[in-house]
């Protein structure tokens, strides 16, 4: 059964790091994209970064320069460091995974909350 379970997630300082991660099971993981989304409250879901089963990756402008998405197809999971946070990146993040692109997605992990406030 294909699952991912995020992790990571906290409460932290304006101009602090996170690290999240994302654990795959249950599919052929590399050959897979993984896309991070978040969700603010009273807002709705967005995409804040992709990477293909290539290598590939995309940003969502607020957080280039920032976020850095990556992958570790020996270990399944995909990865979300998380530099130089704002009161604005708080919210659920959530790990997806999809075929080919960054979408359509098949499956959402069950999220994570992050948190920055001082």
């Known amino acids: 059964q294909l699952q991912l379970v995020e992790s990571g997630g906290g409460l932290v300082q304006p101009g602090e790091s996170l690290r999240l991660s994302c654990a795959a099971s249950g599919f052929t993981f590399h050959a897979y994209s993984i896309v991070w989304f978040r969700q603010a409250p009273g807002k709705e879901r967005e995409e804040v970064s992709c990477?293909?089963?290539?290598?590939?990756?995309t940003y969502r402008d607020s957080v280039k320069g920032r976020f850095t998405i990556s992958r570790d197809n020996a270990k399944k999971s995909g990865y979300l460091q998380m530099s130089s946070l704002k009161p604005e990146d708080t919210g659920v993040y959530y790990c997806a995974t999809a075929v080919a692109s960054c979408d359509p997605v098949l499956r959402w992990g069950q999220g994570t909350q992050v948190t920055v406030s001082s």
């Open positions: 990477i293909l089963s290539d290598g590939t990756t």
